[in-house]
């Protein structure tokens, strides 16, 4: 088994920061990709940011430039800096992870995520 457990989410005014935190542990052999998606009710999961096991990033439009994600690989964990925050930015954000087990077999995992309320 594999758990992803976030941190950091909250209510702040817009135009400041948070940084989100999502630590993977369990039975994991390796993990290949770690990101971040958001969702709104009504709308379909989207994805935010994520990174491979070798620090390669990729984007959603709506986050470039403001947004940075980073991995700590001995600790299993993906963070998300998060600056110059908007309202449309307010979403439960979930991390994942692409995780080998320690019987080889390849999964996605899911945190349980976490609220970001930008909000004057």
């Known amino acids: 088994q594999v758990q992803l457990v976030e941190s950091g989410g909250g209510l702040v005014q817009p135009g400041r920061s948070l940084r989100l935190s999502c630590a993977a542990s369990?039975?994991?052999?390796?993990?290949?990709?770690m990101g971040w998606y958001r969702q709104v009710p009504g709308k379909q999961r989207v994805l935010v940011a994520d990174?491979?096991?070798?620090?390669?990033?990729n984007y959603a439009d709506s986050v470039k430039g403001r947004f940075t994600i980073s991995r700590d690989n001995a600790k299993n964990t993906v963070y998300l800096q998060m600056n110059s925050l908007k309202p449309e930015d307010t979403a439960v954000y979930y991390c994942?992870?692409?995780?080998?087990?320690?019987?080889?077999?390849?999964?996605?995992?899911w945190g349980q995520g976490t609220q970001v309320t930008v909000s004057s």
């Open positions: 990174i491979t096991d070798v620090g390669f990033t």
């Open positions: 994942y992870a692409t995780v080998r087990t320690h019987l080889q077999r390849v999964s996605n995992y």
């Open positions: 369990g039975s994991i052999f390796s993990i290949n990709a």
